[in-house]
Nanobody, 121 residues
């Protein structure tokens, strides 16, 4: 069974950090482009970051550029999203997704169930 599982979400104060993990089972992540998306209550899902499978190129939404870093550890079959200098507007459910092309617009084949990130004092 092909599955993506996110973890690492939680409650953090503004200015704090979290590292989200996206672990795959049933398939090898290094053959796939991986995207991170988020959806806040009452808002549409938005692309946060993605990483290609071919050359490891990374892409970020303007709202997170300089604060978030996407990376992959092929040995662990896991992709990470390091989130620093978190702001209340980063509060959302974060999802990872796997597909053939690194894109910020959501065309991915497999999706995880999401992990909640709440930034609040």
């Amino acid at each position: 069974q092909l599955q993506l599982v996110e973890s690492g979400g939680g409650l953090v104060q503004p200015g704090g950090s979290l590292r989200l993990s996206c672990a795959a089972s049933g398939f090898t992540l290094d053959y796939y482009a991986i995207g991170w998306f988020r959806q806040a209550p009452g808002k549409e899902r938005e692309g946060v970051s993605c990483i290609s499978s071919s050359d490891g190129s990374t892409y970020y939404a303007d709202s997170v550029k300089g604060r978030f870093t996407i990376s992959r550890d092929n040995a662990k079959n896991t992709v990470y999203l390091q989130m620093n200098s978190l702001k209340p507007e980063d509060t959302a459910v974060y999802y990872c997704a796997a597909g053939s092309i690194a894109t910020m617009t959501g065309e991915y084949d497999y999706w995880g169930q999401g992990t909640q990130v709440t930034v609040s004092s």
